[in-house]
């Protein structure tokens, strides 16, 4: 079985949407147009979603 590519905030998968693939602590992420500016500029956001994401800063 493969890994879901689900945009970790709205959960949409690549067969719905696009999703762009990130890359943060050794681990792979992917994240869709819709919620990329959350976390370039409200990173708080995705407190509980992304390990750390309460010591990122936004842009």
């Known amino acids: 079985m493969s890994h879901s590519k689900v945009c970790i905030v709205c959960k949409k998968s690549s067969e719905e949407t696009p999703v762009t693939k990130f890359h943060y602590k050794d681990s792979t992420f992917y994240i ?3 919620h990329l ?3 370039i ?3 708080e956001e ?3 979603l992304l390990d750390g ?3 990122l800063q936004g842009g």
Do not use: E, R
């Open 46 to 48: 995705l407190v509980g």
């Open 41 to 43: 500029h409200k990173p």
């Open 53 to 55: 994401a309460d010591t």
């Open 37 to 39: 500016p959350v976390l």
């Open 32 to 34: 869709c147009p819709q």
